[in-house]
């Protein structure tokens, strides 16, 4: 199964990779590129939005773990609610599961194609953590062509022990 889920990795990234790009550029009116894979610069306090999706199959997990910039977030909110409402946490926050969603049903239906029987969990606000173990794959996007602010998407793909079946 490890081997199997190595092959798909690139694949992934590039499923990502247009449904992050699609989602903000044409849904979202926002200009959203993806940047060479690096190690973005962390966001000051209080200036970060996180959400995660989880997908899940008997022997298998894929969790995504998404990174927002809040300016992002906000810009983003600006195209669709008046200026203050834009700001309020919860909005911003809304945005966040609604990519989250759209990206992890883009992967789901990509992965089940290829043979996995995986379901998705509904996204939600996660905390920030650490990026993961070394089998761990970045994808970063920008919103300003700097290259440091934007969203980073994290995945991993785990092997479930013995037993555990689904959560």
Partial sequence: MKDKMAAHR????????????????L???Q????????TPRPPGPDMAVYACVKLDQQDLSANFY????RNLLMLTAAAFYEKDRGKQQGIQEDI??????????????????QGYDFVMGVPFVAMPGEPGSDDTIHVHF?????GDNGLVVNYVMEEKKAGSGAS
Avoid: P
């Fill in 10 to 25: 690139s694949q992934i990234s590039s499923v990502v990779v247009s449904s992050v790009v699609d989602t903000f550029n």
């Fill in 66 to 69: 998404f990174s927002f910039d």
């Fill in 27 to 29: 849904m979202l009116r």
């Fill in 96 to 113: 966040a599961c609604a990519v989250a969603n759209i990206v992890g049903g883009k992967v789901k239906t990509f992965l089940n194609r």
């Fill in 31 to 38: 200009n959203v590129t993806a940047m060479a894979t690096r």
């Fill in 142 to 146: 920008s919103y300003d062509r700097t």
